[in-house]
Structure formats: C-alpha cells, structure tokens
C-alpha cells in the first residue's frame, strides 16, 4: 500500500528523544493524569487508553504509568489544564502546529510565539496551516525477520486500517481517527496470540512479535516541503526549542527533513 513516509523524521528525532527520556515521561504523565481525572479506567475511558499505548510505545516503565493515573486522584484533582493548539510558520513559508497542555494560556501562547519569532517565523491565526494537515490515527511497527511485510500487511487489513507504508525498519500503518483504537487493540491481540504460540525460552523475556515504536493520532501534512539547505539548521533548532518547552505535548510540520546519516 502507499503513502508518503514521515518515518524518516521520527528516526531523526530518536537520538533526541532517548538523550531526553526522562522530559518525555514528564510530559506524557501529565498527558495520562489529565485524561485520567474524570476517569482512571482505561477500559472505559478510550482516550485514556490511547495515551497509555502511546506511552508504551514510548517505552514508558508501567510503574510510571501507573502513577500518573494515581495522580489523577491527588495533586493533579485541582489543577486546570487546558489543550491548545497554536498553528503557525516556520523559516521559509513551512508550516508548524503545535499542541499544548497548560494551566497558564498566557505564558504558554507568548512562549509560543517567541519561539517562533526567535528561529524567523510567526505565530498565525487558527486555521491558517491546519488546512494542509489530516488528523490521523499512526503506528509505527518494527520490521522483522518474523514479521514480514505480507503479514503485517494482512494483520493492518483485518485490523481496519486505511493504509500501511513499508519501509526497510518499520511499518507505517494509518487509521481514521475514529478507528485507532480498534486497530491498536486488534494488533495488541494479534500480538498476544502470536506470543501465546511462539516456544517458550527458558529465563529470557519474550520479545514482543509486533513491536510498538509510536502509537498516537497525530497531525499528518497532506504535502511535505524540502527546506532550502542554510534553513535547515534554524528549522531544526525551532522544533527542538518548542519540543523543550514544559507545556509542549506535540510538534508538527510538512518539513521533509534529512535522514540523519545524510546530514
């Protein structure tokens, strides 16, 4: 099936993402104690359930994601945080949106826009990018001897996905926004049963079969834009201040940015 690859961009992300772990727990147990606080199910609270899996996917420790639920119930029952999304540009007409989780709209929006001012860009009005992007629900599974394209293939169909992008380290499979969960959960089970079947190693931890590298629902840019080569490293430094900033859950943009062994 086909689509246009964003994975390479992950993959340029990683390096940063495992240097900075401990930010990224920070931010998805707010993530999780905020979606827990009306309710700490994650069997009856679907978006709960799905910021856990992207927790997961993440290689968030459980322990970790059982006390940001915990804090649902405690220090987090009487503070108001709010999701906002800021959309604007970047350097050379690149388009940026950025989501929010904030008990401080004041502080957040004006961090925002110096961000963007810094690195030559500007804060817009809502809607003035997000035209060129389609939410989507995205996982990223790891490729595998075991796991062979054909198969995942199949497992994403039966699952009810939209569309798998292979590539030579993972699958990219994209779902409605209405159907990620169903298709994270069908794919969990898959996993499972394949588990369930595979020889049991004496006092080695099983690997999973269908490895989670990213799960979430996430803004995907309809069409992506190559930088010219002297914006790259200002982009690149815009994105990295914003993803640092304590109140930034997510970054997007429709930058194809360099594979990281071509930089």
Sequence with gaps: MSGHSKWHNIQAKKGKADAAKGRIFTKLGREIAVAA???PNPDTNSKLADIIAKAKAANMPNDNIQRSIKKAAGEMSGADYKELTYEGYGVAGSAVIVVTLTDNINRTAGDVRAILGKHGGQLGQNGCVSYNFENKGYIVVERTVELDEDTMTEYALEAG?????????VYEIYTAPETFSEVRKYLETKNAELMAAAPKKRNEEEEPKIRFVQAEVAMI?????????DKV????KMIDALEDHDDVQN??????????DEE
């Design 233 to 236: 490293a200002t982009f690149e």
């Design 221 to 229: 840019p309809q069409n992506r834009i190559t930088l010219p080569e």
């Design 251 to 260: 970054v997007y943009h429709n930058v194809d940015l360099p594979d990281e």
């Design 37 to 39: 606080k009306t309710n």
């Design 161 to 169: 996905a939209d569309d798998v992008v292979v590539s030579d380290d």
